[in-house]
């Protein structure tokens, strides 16, 4: 069992920019790829980015790619999303969620039927 919990959400004007983290328990943190997406309403959940176990290797929708950077820190248990050049598209709630089939990162990792626990949530807003 993984539990997840996110933080760090808020309102942000455009351009601006929010840190979200994600603090885990249980399993060891170190064994597992970690990822974010987000949810807004009326549409489906969607991929954002996503870290390998190591934090070696990372990748990013193609939304998010050069304004959002995935990291995390296996000593504090944590996985953060660093949230730059914020449009009001990104409004969302964003969730983090744990891929504990795999160390190494691939396509699959874009998919949320990949990821076996979740978190509760964060609200990102940003206004125009």
């Known amino acids: 069992q993984v539990q997840l919990v996110e933080s760090g959400g808020g309102l942000v004007q455009a351009g601006g920019s929010l840190r979200l983290s994600c603090a885990a328990s249980?399993?060891?943190?170190?064994?597992?790829?970690m990822g974010w997406f987000r949810q807004s309403p009326g549409k489906e959940r969607e991929f954002v980015a996503a870290?390998?176990?190591?934090?070696?290797?990372?990748m990013y929708a193609d939304s998010v790619k050069g304004r959002f950077t995935i990291s995390r820190d296996n000593a504090k248990k944590s996985v953060y999303l660093q949230m730059n050049s914020l449009q009001p598209e990104d409004t969302a709630v964003y969730y983090c969620?744990?891929?504990?089939?795999?160390?190494?990162?691939?396509?699959?990792?874009?998919?949320?039927?990949?990821?076996?626990?979740w978190g509760q949530g964060t609200q990102v807003t940003v206004s125009s």
């Open positions: 870290t390998s176990s190591s934090g070696g290797r990372t």
């Open positions: 249980g399993r060891t943190f170190s064994s597992y790829a």
């Open positions: 969620a744990a891929d504990l089939s795999r160390r190494r990162i691939s396509a699959a990792q874009a998919m949320s039927t990949s990821y076996d626990f």
